[in-house]
């Protein structure tokens, strides 16, 4: 009997770490996912304001780009800003010739709001709306470009919306499994991986196979779950943050090549 008592108390500890470990999930993994630093970029006229969906403004930038055939609107990271990404939007504008669109989540710059999974999935239903609305932006003529944190609003959009193409560079195929590689838990936040198949445009995923942040073999997963037509780049040797550094001129030649009529 002794060793029956031992194992209804095992399973008993075990039960109650699942549990805790579940809510401390659920309450906390909003301030591990979403690290908003101070605002880098002035809110200036150079600034747009769109309104959210649930009251509040998001702050956004847009680069137009004369004669231009797609806009790509840009998802950034977690720890990042629309002034942090100032560098890519232009660099994105002029090698591929096309309109940018970037913008910051709720909690983020000069935007409304507070952090939250809901919060930026129902925010980057707004801005998708101004760019077809306001903009005038064709849904065929949109990319959606997510990169890390912004591969979930991105795989999101693409899954329920038409688009032109969808672009994850560093993605995850969930937040919780950015840490422990499989779903432990029966919630999860920004599943892209189940979202994947619902895809109806063209999809590219780029990957570092050395990212220290969000292990390739997410991006292996996010691209074999994903329908044709669909591409990939796997950077040698390429970190998180580095990716673009690395690749050099075969990341815009995979870009350009995914935005050929």
Request: with cysteine; aromatic share 12%; net charge neutral.
């Amino acid at each position: 009997m002794v060793w029956l008592q031992f194992l209804v108390v095992a399973v008993g500890a075990l039960a109650f770490a699942y549990a805790a470990l579940g809510f401390y999930a659920w309450q906390y993994s909003d301030g591990l996912i979403f690290l908003p630093p101070p605002p880098t970029y002035p809110n200036d006229r150079d600034i747009l304001h769109i309104s959210a969906a649930a009251g509040g403004t998001l702050a956004a930038r847009y680069l137009p780009c004369p004669d231009a055939r797609y806009t790509v609107v840009y998802f950034h990271g977690n720890a990042e800003d629309l002034g942090g990404v100032e560098p890519r939007l232009q660099l994105l504008r002029d090698h591929l010739q096309v309109s940018v669109l970037a913008w910051d989540y709720p909690g983020y710059g000069w935007s409304g709001g507070s952090a939250g999974e809901p919060a930026t999935l129902r925010a980057a239903q707004a801005v998708l709306a101004y760019v077809t609305g306001p903009l005038r932006v064709p849904a065929d003529r949109v990319v959606l470009y997510g990169r890390s944190l912004g591969s979930g609003p991105a795989v999101e959009l693409a899954s329920r919306q038409p688009c032109r193409a969808l672009i994850l560079e560093s993605a995850f195929t969930s937040t919780f499994r950015v840490m422990t590689q499989v779903r432990l838990m029966p919630f999860d936040k920004f599943v892209n991986l189940e979202k994947m198949p619902r895809l109806k445009c063209p999809v590219l995923v780029i990957q570092g196979t050395a990212d220290e942040v969000i292990p390739f073999s997410h991006g292996q997963k996010l691209f074999a779950a994903a329908p044709e037509p669909k591409r990939r780049l796997w950077v040698e040797g390429a970190g998180h943050n580095n990716l673009l550094e690395t690749a050099g001129e075969t990341y815009w030649q995979a870009l350009r090549e995914l935005l050929t009529p």
